[in-house]
């Protein structure tokens, strides 16, 4: 799957480049929702991050000429997003840094479709829960991660932090969840050890 986004991602890059502005609707499409929960978690104001996404976009359309150039587009959208944030911080608020243990994020979601996958809606709820109840940093990284698709390293540069911390970040995250499956599952679905 991840090898036809980066195709089709390739194909927006070259359309851009020949300006259409439907490449440029469809790239907003699919990744608008994302950048808005990054600028929402460093700025904490939705309108504001509204426009922080929509001067990302603008940007990228000023520069679509060079945009076939990029290597990483998604990268690329992200950095562009965590760096507009932080200047309107530092111009705004005169903070020089965000704190990364006071983001807020928007409450995670699983989408009812994911329902037949699990063992059950209650389960989904409590997966929910768990990862809504995760500590901001912990949350934005498995948000980043698994529903945003970076990679760990990729994660790691934008937040300025190490691998290591995001490793052990999404260990927190992860025996959170597997904790929340285990307890959940009815006796017959658990494999015993022999």
Same mark, same amino acid.
């Given at each position: 799957?991840?090898?036809q986004?980066?195709?089709?991602?390739?194909?927006?890059?070259?359309?851009?480049?020949?300006?259409?502005?439907?490449a440029?609707?469809?790239?907003?499409?699919?990744?608008?929702e @994302?950048?808005?929960?990054?600028?929402?978690?460093?700025i904490?104001?939705?309108?504001?991050?509204? !426009?922080?996404?929509?001067?990302?976009?603008?940007?990228?359309?000023?520069?679509?000429?060079?945009?076939a150039?990029?290597?990483?587009?998604i990268?690329?959208?992200?950095?562009?997003?965590?760096?507009?944030?932080?200047?309107?911080?530092? /111009? !705004?608020? @005169? $903070?020089?840094?965000?704190?990364?243990?006071s983001?807020?994020?928007?409450y995670?979601?699983?989408?009812?479709?994911?329902?037949?996958?699990?063992?059950?809606?209650?389960?989904?709820? $409590?997966?929910?829960?768990?990862?809504?109840?995760?500590?901001?940093?912990?949350?934005?990284?498995?948000?980043?991660? /698994?529903?945003?698709?970076?990679?760990? /390293?990729?994660?790691?540069?934008?937040?300025?932090l190490?691998i290591?911390?995001? !490793?052990?970040?999404?260990?927190?995250?992860?025996?959170k969840?597997?904790?929340?499956?285990?307890?959940?599952?009815?006796?017959?679905?658990? /494999? $015993?050890?022999?």
């Amino acid at each position: 799957m991840k090898l036809q986004i980066n195709a089709n991602i390739l194909q927006l890059q070259a359309e851009l480049a020949a300006g259409s502005q439907l490449a440029l609707k469809q790239l907003y499409d699919a990744f608008g929702e @994302r950048l808005l929960h990054l600028a929402f978690a460093i700025i904490h104001n939705k309108s504001l991050a509204e !426009e922080i996404v929509a001067d990302v976009f603008i940007r990228v359309w000023q520069k679509r000429e060079r945009i076939a150039g990029i290597e990483n587009l998604i990268w690329y959208l992200y950095v562009a997003t965590k760096h507009i944030s932080l200047n309107y911080l530092r /111009k !705004e608020r @005169r $903070q020089k840094h965000f704190d990364i243990d006071s983001v807020i994020l928007p409450y995670y979601v699983i989408e009812p479709s994911a329902v037949n996958n699990l063992a059950g809606a209650e389960l989904l709820k $409590q997966v929910t829960k768990v990862i809504n109840n995760l500590p901001p940093r912990c949350r934005l990284i498995f948000k980043l991660i /698994k529903e945003d698709g970076l990679s760990h /390293k990729e994660v790691a540069r934008l937040l300025n932090l190490s691998i290591k911390t995001v !490793e052990s970040q999404m260990g927190i995250a992860l025996k959170k969840l597997y904790a929340t499956i285990q307890v959940n599952m009815p006796p017959h679905a658990v /494999k $015993q050890k022999r």
